[in-house]
């Protein structure tokens, strides 16, 4: 595991993002005064509430009750975990996300620096190699590789030989320490010294991230050989189960992508390429991921798997079904192709040409009727036990997919099938129904956070410091001071809010958020930040805080008042004027908003 991301990064992460930026990269968001809206993305609606609030850097849906950060959404909408969502957020901002002390696996980006420029020259190296070798270049023009398409994806070849990366790039033992870290070197086993090169006598395909670093590469035999494909190991920087090949090449095509097309091999989709159908990726290798699923959905909404039609490709494709399933959800659409026995894409493009080949995707299976095709070629749905079967199978197949509009179609075709209704199928498959809402996140006992709804003062104070954290300043020196005589576990949030904002004023409200993220208190905040403020206009807040905390301060030192006059009544009766206080006191106390 890699350290934690320090806060001040996070911090400054979020001063710099635009919420406006990133969901309307996503969501088609319409200026709606000071603030934009749009359809909810998160629940099925054809009226607009879903808000996005520059000025806070906050979304809320009024329908389903959606709200959040940036970091948020992207958690949200791309499923992400947080420090993934961090990372993408920075990664647009061309910051690397430092990560504080412990061990970690990806090492702080500029020590990765020479690693992706010694991979950058060695493929440079290959492509050069691949000119000079009559052989190479006879065997990637007998695949039907043109040189336009080989500088594309600057194909090369590893030439036939031990020694070959350790004689152009390993002159220093640090130089092969960074080429046994990209692993383009293999150390030898005990007895003898040294290295040899992992790819020998290979057709060369460069992985490249989407920026365009070189970060691996895979190597064809040339004709015949054992293993056909090499890949180069998982590295710092390289993991086959994020990577797509040819994703850099699809963005570079610079077309209005609308879809991506998933298939099995390089060979495959350099053909695809080739052929003109530039939205063309490879899994590495490996069954498609829901990672890979995630990087591929914030590009396009619409995802074709290509399968060949033997019985390798079908498993292949019930995997990918399987391990896909997680990310369905309306608004994406998820498609299976297969193709005949015997034809894999690269062949069938060589022989039909791209227009017949597209045709072929209109043709795709939607991803439930794939699931259900399957699970028809496994049970009998003429009899009661066949049914009884199917329901069986689909039951950890639904429980993957989030529940929602999507998954509520496909339980719906479901019943279709079985011949059965929703609600039926619903109790036998034990699947929660959708809600109506989303519910507002429920609250539990938020330590420190005073529960007592909007109107109680010390609610009202950390709202107001929340939706505006400039009223801090309206804070007078005399209030501070009071406040830290008080020891209410509430009132430690608010005190701690104004400092913060005193020492860093945060710039909106998602600032603040974040910096509350790890903490108990953030669910009560985060309700508190999708409620609506209590004032709207800025330069009313700090009035309003001044206020708000002048009468907390009044109705926490009374509240000690009463208890010392409840003490000293119980021990030694009260004076007469004692007693007025004392019905002054719990008269307005009952009468007064804060507990
Ligand atoms: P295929 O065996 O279908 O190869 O493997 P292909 O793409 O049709 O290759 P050509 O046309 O014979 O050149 C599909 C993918 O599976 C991985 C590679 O990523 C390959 O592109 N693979 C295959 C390996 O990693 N190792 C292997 O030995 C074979
Ligand atoms: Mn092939």
Redesign the pocket.
């Known amino acids: 595991m890699s350290g934690r991301i320090p806060q001040a990064f996070i911090d400054e992460l979020i001063a710099r993002a635009d919420i406006v930026e990133i969901i309307g990269s996503r969501v088609a968001l319409k200026k709606a005064g000071r603030e934009y809206k749009a359809c909810c993305p998160f629940h099925n609606e054809k009226t607009p509430s879903f808000w996005v609030s520059p000025d806070k850097q906050f979304y809320h849906c009024f329908g389903c009750g959606a709200h959040g950060t940036a970091l948020g959404f992207l958690m949200q909408y791309d499923q992400l975990p947080f420090p993934e969502a961090v990372e993408d957020l920075a990664g647009r901002y061309g910051l690397s996300v430092p990560h504080e002390g412990g061990s970690s696996v990806r090492a702080p980006v500029d020590d990765m620096a020479p690693l992706y420029d010694l991979l950058g020259r060695v493929a440079e190296f290959y492509a050069a190699s691949l000119k000079a070798s009559t052989r190479a270049r006879h065997y990637a023009a007998g695949?039907g590789l043109t040189d336009e398409t080989m500088a594309q994806f600057q194909i090369g070849y590893a030439p036939d030989a031990w020694d070959e990366l350790m004689r152009h790039f390993g002159g220093s033992s640090e130089q092969r320490r960074q080429l046994a870290a990209t692993g383009l070197i293999i150390e030898r086993s005990s007895g003898s010294e040294g290295y040899y090169d992992r790819f020998r006598d290979r057709l060369m395909f460069p992985i490249r991230d989407t920026r365009g670093r070189v970060i691996a590469f895979?190597g064809?035999v040339i004709d015949q050989g054992?293993?056909?494909?090499?890949?180069s190991p998982e590295t710092a920087l390289f993991q086959k189960g994020r990577e797509l090949?040819g994703l850099y090449e699809t963005r570079r095509a610079r077309q209005a992508l609308k879809r991506l097309l998933v298939?099995?091999?390089?060979?495959?989709a350099v053909r695809l390429h080739q052929a003109g159908i530039t939205y063309a990726v490879?899994?590495?290798?490996t069954a498609t991921t829901p990672e890979h699923l995630r990087r591929a959905f914030r590009l396009v909404s619409e995802i074709v798997f290509c399968f060949?039609g033997d019985r390798?490709g079908r498993g292949a494709a019930w995997r990918a079904l399987q391990n896909v399933l997680s990310q369905a959800r309306e608004g994406r659409e998820i498609r299976f192709l297969f193709l005949p026995e015997g034809e894999?894409p690269?062949?069938l493009v060589g022989v039909e040409g791209s227009r017949a080949f597209e045709a072929r995707l209109q043709e795709a299976l939607p991803l439930s009727e794939y699931l259900i095709a399957h699970l028809r070629t496994e049970a009998d749905l003429s009899h009661a036990d066949g049914k009884a079967h199917f329901v069986a199978l689909a039951r950890p197949l639904i429980e993957k997919i989030a529940p929602g509009v999507y998954r509520d179609l496909l339980l719906e075709r479901i019943a279709q099938a079985l011949g059965t209704s929703i609600e039926r199928l619903q109790q036998w498959l034990k699947v929660e129904p959708t809600p109506e809402r989303a519910a507002a996140s429920s609250p539990s006992a938020v330590s420190g956070v005073d529960r007592g709804g909007r109107g109680s003062l010390l609610t009202q104070a950390i709202s107001l410091l929340l939706h505006h954290p400039g009223a801090a300043a309206a804070v007078t020196e005399r209030q501070r001071q009071a406040l830290l005589g008080i020891s209410h576990a509430g009132i430690a949030v608010l005190r701690e809010l104004l400092e913060e904002q005193r020492a860093q004023p945060a710039r909106s409200m998602a600032q603040t958020l974040e910096r509350w993220r790890d903490r108990p208190e953030y669910r009560r905040l985060n309700e508190l930040a999708a409620s609506e403020p209590l004032v709207s206009e800025p330069s009313a807040a700090g009035r309003e805080l001044v206020q708000a905390v002048e009468r907390l301060l009044d109705v926490q030192l009374r509240g000690g008042r009463l208890e010392v006059l409840i003490e000293k009544a119980r021990r030694e009766g009260l004076s007469d004027s004692e007693k007025q206080e004392l019905q002054a006191l719990t008269s307005s106390q009952s009468r007064g908003g804060a507990r």
């Open positions: 695949r895979g064809r054992e293993p056909k494909y090499l890949n090949y298939v099995e091999g390089y060979m495959d490879a899994t590495l290798g060949d390798a894999d690269d062949s």
